[in-house]
Every structure is written in structure tokens, then in C-alpha cells.
């Protein structure tokens, strides 16, 4: 394992508006990290490049950045919403980003590129089999797109305190992954979803194993989805890292900690920064 963030841990600026990518990408690599997630969600809507004529231009911008900097893109975020919400605003273009996200992951050497899935309610009440056989059908034409870019799909485990979802019983996960039989098909396990759902995430990873494909690291106090640093919250981390070295896992450990940083000036970002580094290569050697 390697530790990597995605693009987002310099996403925000204190007084409003976004870092821009390259800049965010050349001020991680100086505090340390040389492996990123390319956000892609954060990218899309609200005048995000990804939405843009141009876009495959600024795909190829940052790949030039990122070759210059000497730093991999192994992972991705698509653009998410409930896939399954016949009356979700904008969907005609929320898929068109999804697309995107898929095709410019192929671009960048991408392994695998991260997708939540949907729910279908039946009068309020939260249908697992409808659900199942509609997400099944949602993802196979993305599965396509991806195999011809040359990159794989993690289904993430979402959280469900308030409502319902699929996805946040991580067998639902496995199963939906052994019932596709697609190879570029796996799951990716949030470590700060799985905390607030009071999960045994240790035994749920050796129990995922060879289908788990990405991770996004963040910890909470297991009230609210925080998106902080690992040892910020009550999430067991020896016994996290544990399972992922039990299980052989060979891909990245990424944070998705944006929230570290969302508040801080300028001025003390890049101190934070390299802190965040250090905590990573502390649990990776655990």
C-alpha cells in the first residue's frame, strides 16, 4: 500500500470558491503525497471542468502537470446521486459526467474508478430485490465503457442510519459483485461509512477480500460523515489496517479527508498537509 488522497484534501477555500486542480496536485506533491483519487464529483457540476467542451484538454493538462510532478492517478471518483431516482434534477447530464469520469480515467492510467449505486422505494419503503436487478441493469453499459478504457468499477458501501440504502449492508455489496461475474467489477469500503453504521470493519474487509479494489479513508465519531484524518475520530485503525494487510490488499490507502484543511487558512496548509502524510506512512507500517 501506498498513501494517497484524493484531489479534494485542498478542494475548498476558507472564504468560498475552489483551489484549482493543478495548483492542488503541485502543493500535495511538494508536502509528500506522489499518488492521488481524481475527483471527479467535485469537478462536475457547479462549473466543474468535467462539464466543460474542452474537458478532454484539461484531462490532458493534468496528466502533463502530473507527469511534471512525477505522481500516478490510481484511483477516481464518479460523479454520484441516486442512480435509481426516475425524478432526480439534471440526470441526462449527471450521466453524462459519469461517462466522462469513465472515459478520463482511462486517460490517466486509472485503475479503478469509484461509483455509488441506487435505491428503489416502494411507498416509502426500501425495496432490496428491485433494487438489486435495477442496478444491475444501470451499471452493465458503464462496465462496457470501462472494460474499453481499460478500467474497473469499486461499488462503495454507503451509509444508511437515516433511510434505507443499497449498499450499506456490505453483503448486498458482495453479492450484487459475485452476481455480475464482470472482472472489472469490485467494491470499494469507506472506512468512515462503515464507522457510522457501527460495522465491524475489520472482519468486513477479510470477508470482502479479493473483491475489495479501493478504499477511501476517513474517520468520524460515527454521528456525522466528518472526513477526518485517521486518529480524529473513533474508528479502530490498527485493526483496519490489519485486515487489509491479512487479505493482501494491493492497491492504495486514500484519504478522503477534505474537511482537514476545508477551514484553514492558507497559511497553515501546507503544515497540515505533511502532517496528514505522516499518519499514513505511521498506520502503512503498522
Not at 440526470?91 to 469520469?101: A, F, T
Not at 465503457?145 to 478500467?151: D, F, K, R
Not at 449498499?167 to 467494491?187: H, Q, R, S, T, Y
Not at 494491493?250 to 497559511?267: A, G, Q, S, V
Given at each position: 500500500?501506498?498513501?494517497?488522497?484524493?484531489?479534494n484534501?485542498?478542494d475548498?477555500?476558507?472564504e468560498?470558491?475552489?483551489?484549482?486542480?493543478?495548483?492542488?496536485?503541485?502543493?500535495c506533491?511538494?508536502?509528500?503525497f506522489r499518488?492521488?483519487d481524481?475527483n471527479f464529483?467535485?469537478?462536475?457540476?457547479e462549473?466543474?471542468f468535467?462539464?466543460?467542451?474542452?474537458?478532454?484538454?484539461?484531462?490532458h493538462?493534468?496528466?502533463?502537470e502530473?507527469s511534471?510532478?512525477?505522481?500516478?492517478?490510481?484511483?477516481?471518483?464518479l460523479e454520484?446521486?441516486n442512480?435509481?431516482?426516475?425524478?432526480i434534477?439534471?440526470?441526462?447530464i449527471?450521466?453524462k459526467?459519469?461517462?466522462?469520469?469513465?472515459?478520463?480515467?482511462?486517460?490517466?492510467?486509472?485503475k479503478?474508478?469509484?461509483l455509488?449505486?441506487?435505491?428503489?422505494?416502494e411507498?416509502?419503503?426500501?425495496?432490496?430485490e428491485?433494487?438489486?436487478?435495477?442496478?444491475?441493469?444501470y451499471?452493465?453499459?458503464?462496465?462496457?465503457q470501462?472494460a474499453?478504457?481499460?478500467?474497473?468499477?469499486?461499488?462503495?458501501?454507503?451509509?444508511?442510519?437515516?433511510?434505507?440504502?443499497f449498499?450499506g449492508a456490505?453483503?448486498?455489496?458482495?453479492d450484487?459483485?459475485d452476481?455480475?461475474?464482470?472482472d472489472?467489477?469490485?467494491?470499494?469500503?469507506d472506512?468512515?461509512h462503515?464507522?457510522?453504521m457501527?460495522?465491524?470493519?475489520?472482519?468486513?474487509?477479510?470477508?470482502?477480500?479479493?473483491?475489495?479494489?479501493?478504499v477511501?479513508?476517513?474517520?468520524n465519531?460515527?454521528?456525522?460523515d466528518?472526513h477526518?484524518?485517521?486518529?480524529y475520530g473513533?474508528?479502530?485503525?490498527?485493526?483496519?489496517?490489519?485486515a487489509?494487510?491479512?487479505i493482501?490488499?494491493?492497491?492504495?490507502?486514500?484519504?478522503?479527508i477534505?474537511?482537514?484543511?476545508r477551514?484553514?487558512?492558507?497559511?497553515?496548509?501546507?503544515?497540515?498537509?505533511?502532517h496528514?502524510?505522516?499518519?499514513?506512512?505511521?498506520?502503512?507500517k503498522?
Amino acid at each position: 500500500m501506498r498513501v494517497s488522497t484524493s484531489t479534494n484534501i485542498l478542494d475548498c477555500l476558507p472564504e468560498g470558491g475552489r483551489v484549482p486542480v493543478l495548483e492542488s496536485l503541485a502543493l500535495c506533491r511538494e508536502a509528500g503525497f506522489r499518488v492521488f483519487d481524481m475527483n471527479f464529483c467535485d469537478n462536475g457540476l457547479e462549473n466543474g471542468f468535467l462539464m466543460s467542451d474542452d474537458w478532454e484538454k484539461k484531462i490532458h493538462e493534468i496528466m502533463e502537470e502530473g507527469s511534471r510532478l512525477g505522481i500516478e492517478f490510481s484511483q477516481s471518483h464518479l460523479e454520484f446521486y441516486n442512480v435509481l431516482d426516475p425524478g432526480i434534477p439534471n440526470r441526462e447530464i449527471r450521466e453524462k459526467l459519469v461517462r466522462r469520469g469513465i472515459a478520463a480515467s482511462g486517460k490517466m492510467g486509472v485503475k479503478w474508478t469509484v461509483l455509488h449505486l441506487g435505491t428503489i422505494y416502494e411507498d416509502g419503503a426500501y425495496s432490496l430485490e428491485k433494487s438489486r436487478k435495477a442496478n444491475m441493469e444501470y451499471i452493465k453499459p458503464h462496465l462496457e465503457q470501462a472494460a474499453l478504457c481499460g478500467v474497473g468499477i469499486a461499488v462503495e458501501n454507503l451509509p444508511d442510519k437515516e433511510r434505507r440504502r443499497f449498499g450499506g449492508a456490505p453483503e448486498e455489496l458482495m453479492d450484487f459483485v459475485d452476481e455480475m461475474k464482470a472482472d472489472n467489477l469490485g467494491i470499494c469500503w469507506d472506512t468512515g461509512h462503515g464507522n457510522l453504521m457501527k460495522l465491524d470493519q475489520a472482519e468486513w474487509i477479510r470477508k470482502i477480500g479479493s473483491r475489495l479494489k479501493a478504499v477511501h479513508v476517513a474517520d468520524n465519531f460515527g454521528q456525522w460523515d466528518e472526513h477526518m484524518a485517521p486518529y480524529y475520530g473513533s474508528v479502530d485503525w490498527v485493526s483496519v489496517v490489519h485486515a487489509l494487510k491479512e487479505i493482501e490488499f494491493p492497491y492504495d490507502f486514500t484519504y478522503e479527508i477534505h474537511n482537514m484543511t476545508r477551514k484553514l487558512p492558507l497559511e497553515l496548509r501546507m503544515q497540515q498537509l505533511r502532517h496528514l502524510v505522516d499518519i499514513g506512512e505511521y498506520l502503512i507500517k503498522l
